[in-house]
């Protein structure tokens, strides 16, 4: 049995404020429930907000990563070149050393005996 039902033995005047002191009631808690509905609205806007912040500093980093790996392949590979032409002047540097030692050793008179005579 509803507030009406009850209020049936009162004049219109009570049965009238008794209806609106109910529809006050549920005014306000619709109201509540608005204004929380808007708060958590409010809160997810921030949080996704926070999110979106996150994810795309993630990727800024993340593509600042890739550019510093990127160019240090590409001074290894400038590396690997210089490498090579160390290694071909180190060599050409031991073959000098011992064309030197050899014609050193010749120039002093020293023979390197191999077992064959030559007949001038």
Same mark, same amino acid.
């Given at each position: &049995?509803?507030?009406?039902?009850?209020? =049936?033995?009162?004049?219109? @005047?009570? $049965?009238?404020?008794? !209806?609106?002191?109910?529809? +006050?009631?549920?005014?306000? &808690?619709?109201?509540?429930?608005?204004? =929380?509905?808007?708060?958590? @609205?409010? $809160?997810?806007?921030? !949080?996704?907000?926070?999110? +979106?912040?996150?994810?795309?500093?993630?990727?800024?980093?993340?593509? =600042?990563?890739?550019?510093?790996?990127?160019?240090?392949?590409?001074?290894?590979?400038?590396?690997?070149?210089?490498?090579?032409?160390?290694?071909?002047?180190?060599?050409?540097?031991?073959?000098?050393?011992?064309?030197?030692?050899?014609?050193?050793?010749?120039?002093?008179?020293?023979?390197?005996?191999?077992?064959?005579?030559?007949?001038?």
């Amino acid at each position: &049995m509803g507030m009406t039902g009850t209020m =049936r033995g009162y004049g219109s @005047a009570a $049965r009238f404020k008794a !209806e609106a002191a109910g529809h +006050r009631m549920k005014d306000r &808690m619709l109201e509540k429930r608005l204004d =929380r509905s808007s708060q958590e @609205a409010e $809160r997810l806007r921030l !949080e996704n907000q926070l999110l +979106r912040d996150e994810v795309e500093e993630s990727r800024t980093e993340h593509h =600042r990563i890739l550019d510093l790996l990127e160019e240090r392949m590409e001074h290894e590979d400038e590396k690997e070149h210089s490498h090579k032409g160390r290694w071909m002047l180190f060599l050409l540097a031991l073959g000098g050393g011992g064309y030197a030692l050899i014609r050193r050793m010749r120039d002093d008179g020293t023979t390197w005996d191999t077992g064959s005579s030559a007949t001038a």
